[in-house]
């Protein structure tokens, strides 16, 4: 037995006795020593007469990804890792599926070796023959610098997009472009935060966490963007997770416990050519996201001239024509402004309370035996981002009850009622949901509202924005209480006041965003795609399964 909900455990056996029947599936790790949480991964080593091909592989991982299982399942083939791991899994295994046919080799237990058969010259090394691990750094004592805090690095992301100025008190960990860091304390390295650092000038020393791990390439041994690419890898990660020490939660990899990690390494040109293959796809994603960002920019900056500046109605009154703007447009905006308990607002527009134009829904609240298999998924502030703006991958199959009116329909708008960062970072950030083909209907958790306009001629999208925008965020954080949690009380958002715009010119703004929300959309689509694409050749790669040479039909178009 293992530590899985029995319509979970349903779940893994068929998924895996329609892609590797004559494969017997091992279970290893936290569900296996009955010590997993509720996020833990699921572990299993498959053990066939001969490695898995890249299309087993791709079917296991598209398989599971698509299946409504509420955690990650990690696949290792017996043939792919190191003598090491084997034995660190042999501890401590449990069959999940018997293979419909076993060779001799496998019932004697003389499973074949880490090998790569396309690539004989592949040397099974360990790392720490090859890798630098936690390379001396110098950087002097109550220098202020780059710092890099774990809350800074995103799940599964290679850029650094967020970091600090601090001055360096002598420890944690010194790093330089070319590093990678992983992050070595549970529960951020199942998370999968690890950056690899291209963000500092010629010669600068960055500090950070004390939690990251360090790692380094050793000059024509080793490439520094494949060393970032193998941190990723799940056989390395695994081999981490399995290796932690300390108390439960608060768990952390031994740097020394790593360098024993074993894998197959290319020479360094083909590391080089794996680095670019895997690099072209994160390039493209980055590429989306920084499109996404300036067109999320675009339409932020429209909605502050038009309604928060009021830039139009002050160019009129001045004698000109509004820039960027058609005479029939300009004409929907006053040219003179008008006092009102808000100050001058222009001429015509009303002070509006929002409790006056929305519905506003309370989210459900869940226990954690109701997160087990199920077509409908809460929506949770893990699904919104820091700063406002829709996650799609946080969200957790929901069995519980709900009522009809807090089922959320694609195209609504959510905001977080609670927060846990101090920072208020998600209190108060809306979020347009989306639909996603894997549920049928999605709720929201306690923590978040449903915000439905009362009329038609109030967008989401101008809600969105309105909610956005600093005053909002201050007018919220008055609202706030709590110290290690913060709470919205139920009079913030309906409370608060602001200039409302004529019918028209709201249309008009939701006729510009909407081609802007859609674009961004479609990008992110095009990302998700790209990801499985990335993570599906990742361990293939790595391993030498598939050649380089294999790769460029996929490659072709991006």
């Not at 598209?62 to 299982?69: I, K, M, P, Q, Y």
Request: hydrophobic share 35%.
């Amino acid at each position: 037995m293992i530590d899985l909900n029995p319509k979970h455990f349903e779940i893994v056996q068929h998924i895996l006795a329609k892609y590797v029947p004559k494969c017997e599936v091992r279970a290893f790790g936290s569900r296996v020593k009955w010590t997993a949480k509720d996020y833990s991964d699921l572990d299993l080593a498959v053990v066939g007469s001969k490695p898995l091909t890249l299309r087993q592989t791709g079917q296991l991982a598209e398989a599971f990804e698509e299946s409504n299982l509420p955690i990650r399942v990690d696949i290792l083939d017996w043939h792919r890792i190191s003598e090491e791991f084997k034995k660190i899994i042999t501890e401590e295994y449990e069959v999940i599926q018997g293979p419909e046919t076993v060779t001799a080799n496998e019932e004697s237990g003389t499973i074949p070796k880490n090998s790569t058969p396309k690539n004989n010259r592949w040397d099974v090394v360990k790392l720490g023959d090859v890798v630098q691990i936690n390379p001396r750094r110098t950087l002097p004592k109550k220098e202020k610098a780059f710092h890099l805090a774990m809350r800074d690095v995103e799940v599964y992301r290679r850029k650094i997009t967020s970091h600090s100025s601090k001055e360096f008190r002598g420890s944690g960990a010194r790093f330089q472009n070319g590093d990678t860091l992983l992050a070595r304390i549970t529960p951020c390295l199942e998370n999968g935060k690890t950056v690899y650092v291209d963000c500092l000038k010629p010669n600068q020393i960055g500090h950070g966490s004390t939690e990251f791990i360090v790692l380094s390439g050793i000059e024509d041994k080793t490439d520094n963007l494949f060393i970032y690419y193998l941190a990723r890898d799940p056989s390395l990660r695994t081999f981490a997770i399995h290796s932690m020490q300390g108390s439960t939660g608060r768990q952390r990899v031994d740097a020394n416990s790593l360098r024993l990690f074993e894998f197959p390494l290319p020479p360094i040109e083909e590391q080089r050519r794996i680095a670019h293959i895997l690099g072209t796809l994160d390039g493209k994603i980055e590429l989306n996201r920084q499109m996404n960002e300036t067109l999320e920019a675009t339409a932020r900056a429209i909605f502050k001239s038009w309604f928060v500046d009021f830039d139009p109605v002050k160019t009129k009154m001045e004698g000109r024509k509004p820039a960027c703007m058609d005479t029939e447009t300009a004409a929907l905006f006053p040219s003179a402004f008008q006092d009102s308990p808000l100050g001058e607002i222009p001429q015509g527009w009303e002070v509006e309370k929002i409790g006056n134009l929305v519905e506003i829904v309370k989210g459900r609240s869940y226990r954690s035996r109701e997160l087990t298999e199920s077509d409908v998924a809460l929506v949770s502030i893990k699904s919104i981002r820091r700063g406002g703006g829709y996650l799609p991958d946080n969200l957790r199959p929901y069995t519980g009850k709900y009522n009809p009116e807090q089922v959320i329909t694609p195209g609504e708008l959510v905001i977080a009622y609670t927060d846990l960062t101090q920072e208020a970072e998600i209190l108060g950030k809306p979020a347009i949901v989306r639909g996603d083909e894997k549920y049928q209907t999605l709720v929201p958790s306690l923590h978040l509202r449903i915000i439905r306009p009362l009329e038609s001629t109030v967008s989401v999208r101008f809600l969105y924005y309105l909610f956005r925008e600093r005053r909002f965020q201050s007018h919220v954080y008055g609202y706030a209480t709590g110290t290690t949690v913060l709470g919205l009380s139920k009079d913030g958002v309906p409370s608060y006041q602001f200039a409302l715009p004529p019918e028209k010119i709201r249309c008009l703004f939701d006729s510009v965003a909407k081609p802007l929300f859609d674009k961004i959309e479609s990008n992110e689509n095009e990302s998700r795609t790209l990801a499985h694409t990335r993570d599906t050749l990742l361990p293939k790669l790595l391993s030498g399964e598939i050649r380089v040479s294999e790769t460029d039909e996929i490659l072709e178009g991006i």
